[in-house]
């Protein structure tokens, strides 16, 4: 149940009245954990759905809310840290081997950040996942984790909602 059967996305909602029925359809498969404990399929590593993360979505679309998110911000401070590392490097192009160094000066000054959850409880799965999701694209957007984009493409309807 926890993993919805290896369901992997749900193509069809099928609502059976007369049972009180409702059965959630699409591809699904075997799975497994990854090395960080989370349910992938077992044949690609791609996520397969969380019983829980049906519960908490469906509580929160329902719910005065509706809609939630996440960001991750950096303090005032830490900005202007960063602007001024980035002042003092940028008045000549980087040598060969000096980018590891200006980039431990700039994560060093942009420090901790913030995060903000809004619409759900950031404990639960639901809630970290969209941390780790938020923290992950902005590696990406910086250049310091691969990207896959077959992957993390969303479609215009994923994007408007």
């Not at 699409?26 to 992938?40: H, I």
């Not at 000549?92 to 431990?104: F, H, I, M, T, V």
């Not at 910086?142 to 984009?149: N, P, Q, S, T």
Request: with cysteine.
């Amino acid at each position: 149940m926890e993993t919805l059967a290896g369901l992997k996305r749900i193509k069809y909602i099928l609502v059976y009245p007369d049972t009180g029925d409702i059965v959630l359809a699409g591809p699904a498969g075997d799975w497994r954990r990854d090395a960080e404990g989370r349910f992938v399929d077992a044949e690609n590593g791609a996520p397969v759905l969380n019983l829980d993360d049906l519960i908490v979505t469906l509580r929160n679309a329902y719910s005065d809310a509706g809609r939630f998110g996440c960001s991750i911000n950096p303090r005032q401070d830490n900005l202007a840290a960063a602007n001024a590392v980035n002042e003092k490097w940028s008045k000549q192009p980087l040598k060969p081997g000096q980018r590891e160094k200006w980039l431990a000066e700039f994560r060093g000054a942009m420090g901790r950040q913030d995060i903000e959850v809004y619409g759900i409880d950031r404990r639960t799965h639901a809630g970290r996942v969209l941390i780790e999701a938020d923290y992950r694209m902005k590696l990406v957007g910086i250049g310091l984790e691969e990207g896959d984009a077959r992957r993390h493409q969303l479609s215009q309807f994923d994007r408007d909602r």
